[in-house]
């Protein structure tokens, strides 16, 4: 069952984000980079929870788009920092709005009482496996 919510899941912000013009990667990032500041491209990964590759090919999107950009990293001159434009940071606040309406439609079938059940589940369930 919970291989099916979450496919239903997928296919809802799939096909939201396409429609408003990006990706599920992006908007990941983008919150990213608006919860943590500027990061490696390294830590952007870890923090959004996306494969090494596929951040690159999302952060040279986002900085051909104007949403991203590189600048030189403080301790070691080897190192890029992704900083958080204040075009991405108004793209992010437009993707949360996308966001939105795909929770509300994923949970549509769900009365008041019955989503904040399925959140506190949801809380419990991903606080098991979070990080100590």
Avoid: C, W
């Amino acid at each position: 069952m919970v291989n099916l919510a979450q496919s239903r899941s997928h296919t809802l912000l799939s096909e939201a984000f396409a429609e408003a013009g990006s990706r599920p990667y992006h908007y990941r990032i983008l919150a990213a980079l608006e919860q943590a500041g500027p990061l490696s491209q390294a830590e952007a990964g870890r923090l959004s929870g996306i494969d090494r590759s596929d951040v690159t090919v999302a952060l040279e999107a986002l900085d051909q788009a104007g949403f991203t950009e590189r600048q030189p990293h403080p301790s070691d001159g080897r190192k890029k920092l992704v900083r958080l434009t204040a075009s991405g940071r108004r793209e992010l606040a437009r993707l949360d709005t996308v966001l939105e309406d795909v929770q509300t439609r994923f949970l549509a079938p769900l009365n008041a009482s019955e989503r904040q059940q399925f959140f506190t589940l949801v809380r419990k369930i991903a606080d098991e496996g979070a990080p100590e």
